[in-house]
């Protein structure tokens, strides 16, 4: 996975989470005390993203992001699009996204049968033979 696909993981989520949670508006209001984590990280990358040459089609994929209510997958999915051309057209805002990110989860994992989980998991995981394990559904 290229450092841009990475990036792009990363700021879209954050991205469509402000827009969802405050609207639009959200990305170019002044910062208030009151405004949450996530609001001010997405209000960040909006900022860098936007300050690229060619950013148009970006603010239009939000606005479109934002007048959906956030529970279009299409207009997430024409969000990222956005996000990545930015980023291939400029990469050294990919680094500059980088620098502001939290590094990734990573997790190892040792020994016979051994699980790593590098976030969350809301499954069982069984690595014996003959388990209890099954589906209640």
Partial sequence: MSEV???????VPVISAAVVAYGAAVLTRAQE?????TATLGR???AILRSA???????????DLAAAGGDDPDA????????????????ELV????????????A???GTRAVAIAGNN???ISTGDNSPIWNAR
Avoid: M
């Fill in 33 to 37: 005390a009151a405004a949450d984590a």
């Fill in 95 to 106: 680094t500059e996204l980088a620098g502001i990110l939290p590094p990734a989860a990573q």
């Fill in 76 to 91: 997430v999915a024409a969000l990222r699009l956005q996000v990545r051309k930015i980023l291939e057209r400029n990469p």
């Fill in 108 to 110: 190892g994992a040792t």
């Fill in 44 to 46: 960040r990358f909006w």
């Fill in 122 to 124: 809301n499954a069982p």
């Fill in 5 to 11: 696909e990475v990036v792009v993981g990363q700021v």
């Fill in 53 to 63: 040459p060619q950013s148009e089609p970006l603010e239009s994929a939000v606005t």
